[in-house]
């Protein structure tokens, strides 16, 4: 399966790795894109982010995508926006909420144990350090979710699925557009 990596450019090249770093499950799909600053065919993903940071010099780069399809001509795109207004326009917003060691997880710089559910034990934050600003899009096939609902804000898709964080659920995915949410298990 082909991958498209979405990437903020204040992300370190360590990031590139694949592995079990639940902050490194994110997901943003069906986003919309700003007008590209350039394409070019690159040999990886670290030339992509080469270019990205050649770019920047010049105010014309914050973030980059690359492409895993084969035989793709412009598998590095070039944009010029800022990060959480980009994903701010995406549709489909997916999060962990715990991982399978039953460790709470959170979308802030810091957590608190004490403000997290009483079943959590450890805490892990997902904010500006680790993963933040990579995710791969247009390559999530989701089961379909053990509980869903509807609901106004992601805040509350977050919260209802953290309700039930102790039946197995730890990821969630809420659509904008439908105001809809999914609560899954063991993503």
């Known amino acids: 399966m082909s991958k498209l990596f979405v990437l903020g450019l204040f992300v370190a090249s360590a990031f590139y790795e ?4 639940v902050c490194g499950n994110y997901l943003f799909d069906d986003c919309r894109y700003p007008a590209l600053i ?3 065919h690159v040999g990886d993903i670290n030339e992509c982010k080469d270019l990205c940071d050649l770019y920047h010099t010049a ?3 914050d973030f980059f995508t690359y492409s895993t399809l084969p035989l793709t001509d412009e598998n590095c795109k ?3 926006e800022e990060w959480d207004t980009f994903v701010g326009g995406c549709n489909v917003h997916g999060a962990p909420i715990g991982d399978n060691n039953g460790n709470c997880v959170v979308n802030d710089d810091h957590c608190e144990i004490d403000e997290m559910p009483a079943d959590c034990d450890h805490c892990t934050a997902c904010g500006k350090a680790g993963c933040y600003g990579v995710f791969e899009s247009e ?3 989701f089961p379909k979710p053990e509980e869903t609902s509807d609901a106004l804000q992601e805040s509350f898709c977050e919260a209802a699925c953290r309700i039930i964080y102790k039946e197995g659920i730890n990821y969630y995915t809420y659509k904008v557009e439908e105001q809809t949410c999914g609560c899954y298990k063991k993503m």
């Open 59 to 61: 105010d014309s780069c």
């Open 18 to 21: 694949t592995g079990a770093d």
């Open 38 to 40: 350039t394409g070019v």
């Open 78 to 80: 070039i944009y010029l």
């Open 139 to 141: 390559c999530a096939e």
